[in-house]
């Protein structure tokens, strides 16, 4: 059964560093993109990175150049490091795998974790 777990996350203040990461089981998933998706308290579900099979990675402008989204194929497992947090960058991070199209639309991702959460304070 397919399975995403996050761990990671947790409370930072403005400018500091957050590692995420997601251990993916059940179906192989070292072959199907992975991506990293965000939703703040009151808002939509936002995309926010993602990393193919073989490592070519997207993300979203507003995160460009101070996230950084990886993979180990030999563990299943993703990770987004964090740098220069936001306030804005506080919300609840899910991790995702096998999108059917656009890879910044959530509704065409096949499986999602749980979610954990990020704070930035001010």
């Known amino acids: 059964q397919a399975q995403l777990v996050e761990s990671g996350g947790g409370l930072v203040q403005t400018g500091g560093s957050l590692s995420v990461s997601c251990a993916a089981s059940?179906?192989?998933?070292?072959?199907?993109?992975m991506g990293w998706f965000r939703q703040a308290a009151g808002k939509e579900r936002e995309f926010v990175a993602a990393?193919?099979?073989?490592?070519?990675?997207f993300y979203a402008d507003s995160v460009k150049g101070r996230f950084t989204i990886s993979r180990d194929n030999a563990d299943n497992t993703i990770f987004l490091q964090m740098n220069s947090l936001e306030p804005e960058d506080t919300a609840v991070y899910y991790c995702?795998?096998?999108?059917?199209?656009?890879?910044?639309?959530?509704?065409?991702?096949?499986?999602w974790g749980q979610g954990t959460q990020v704070t930035v304070s001010s």
């Open positions: 995702a795998a096998d999108p059917e199209g656009d890879y910044t639309d959530y509704a065409t991702w096949a499986y």
């Open positions: 059940g179906p192989t998933f070292s072959r199907v993109p």
């Open positions: 990393i193919t099979w073989n490592g070519s990675t």
